[in-house]
């Protein structure tokens, strides 16, 4: 059987409605810790037939008050190189850009927190993420950005952001925002994340969540049976 091992920096944030999709696909599916990772579990990440590096709340740049974002960052870079599947959400995302040897910095437009669609390039309606082209919402949880990596193709942009999604070859999918979440799993984000909500309103974020998650979840199936295709 494939091994898919997410990597979780964050108990609450995890691979949520992605997981029974690749169990579907035949992934035994683990999770690792980062925070205490050996460096075996490290190891097993690397060499997995399918790697998720999942969100987060600290930056990439933090590298010195976590000293484990750093040995992620490598293997991370060592599999992009290597060819080998591997998709990021959120601090996934900058991960993988950083990885890439791109820029990773606190955006200048702010906090990007709750659902609004994205606007896909020309490569993006041709890439996994055309299901979410037609004005579908998703959601946005980030306060930092990256520039776009050097190899990479921009797949989405936001009103806020531009670089929301791109691809590193056919093995690479970088995701900043979150396409992953259910409304039950978005419970335990509206309190884990209490510290950067202030000026959002948690019924609101509540009463979105309850209605668009359920309309994205056939969205996040048609992009992850895709994607996992084309890495086949």
């Not at 791109?102 to 309606?125: C, D, F, M, N």
């Not at 055309?130 to 949880?141: E, T």
């Not at 306060?143 to 193709?153: H, K, M, R, Y």
Request: glycine content about 10%; overall charge negative.
């Amino acid at each position: 059987m494939k091994t898919a091992i997410a990597l979780r920096h964050i108990a609450f944030e995890d691979l949520d409605g992605i997981a029974p999709l690749l169990t579907r696909a035949g992934y035994d599916v683990h999770y690792i810790d980062t925070p205490n990772a050996s460096g075996n579990e490290l190891k097993q990440a690397r060499d997995a037939d399918l790697l998720v590096v999942l969100g987060g709340p600290i930056g990439v740049y933090q590298t010195t008050d976590y000293p484990f974002l750093q040995p992620v960052i490598d293997l991370t870079e060592e599999r992009l190189q290597h060819g080998k599947p591997t998709l990021g959400i959120c601090l996934g995302a900058q991960i993988m850009a950083r990885a890439l040897g791109a820029k990773v910095y606190a955006g200048e437009a702010g906090k990007e927190i709750g659902w609004s669609p994205l606007t896909l390039t020309p490569e993006g309606h041709e890439s996994p993420l055309a299901p979410l082209g037609q004005g579908d919402a998703v959601l946005h949880w980030h306060g930092d950005t990256f520039n776009l990596p050097q190899g990479a193709v921009r797949l989405a942009s936001s009103a806020l952001y531009p670089n929301q999604a791109f691809a590193y070859g056919k093995h690479g999918l970088a995701l900043q925002f979150h396409i992953e979440v259910t409304a039950e799993g978005l419970e335990r984000w509206y309190v884990g994340h209490v510290g950067e909500l202030s000026g959002f309103s948690v019924p609101e974020l509540r009463q979105q969540g309850q209605m668009l998650a359920p309309r994205l979840a056939p969205k996040l199936d048609q992009v992850i049976s895709q994607w996992l295709s084309q890495c086949a």
